[in-house]
């Protein structure tokens, strides 16, 4: 079992940036696929960022492309999220999921992926 627990969110103005965590435990799997997604109310939840287990492979929502990047820091077992250029229609509950995969290999699809955090709230405002 995975546990998962983001942090970070809050309210930006739009244009400013926002740092979203997730910390990570409990792997039994020797490598995982992971990513965050996005939901505002009513609407359907979203792909934003995938990343591999080692950091190297990443892919992105086209919305998102050049303003969001997705990274790992294995030492404190965190993936984060840093987002940029915040948009009004950025504003979604933020969760990221986790899922075994091989090293190397990223999941954009969320029915792919085991395990999920609580969800963090990011609003901007314009």
């Known amino acids: 079992q995975v546990q998962l627990v983001e942090s970070g969110g809050g309210l930006v103005q739009a244009g400013g940036s926002l740092r979203l965590s997730c910390a990570t435990s409990?792997?039994?799997?020797?490598?995982?696929?992971m990513a965050w997604f996005r939901q505002a109310p009513g609407k359907e939840r979203e792909f934003v960022a995938a990343?591999?287990?080692?950091?190297?492979?990443?892919d992105y929502a086209d919305s998102v492309k050049g303003r969001f990047t997705a990274s790992k820091d294995d030492a404190k077992n965190t993936m984060y999220l840093q987002m940029n250029s915040l948009k009004p229609e950025d504003t979604a509950v933020y969760s990221c999921a986790a899922a075994p995969r091989p090293n190397g290999v990223v999941v954009v699809i969320a029915g792919s992926y085991s395990y999920w955090g609580q969800g963090t709230q990011v609003t901007v405002s314009s």
């Open positions: 409990g792997r039994t799997f020797s490598s995982y696929a």
């Open positions: 990343i591999s287990w080692n950091g190297r492979n990443t």
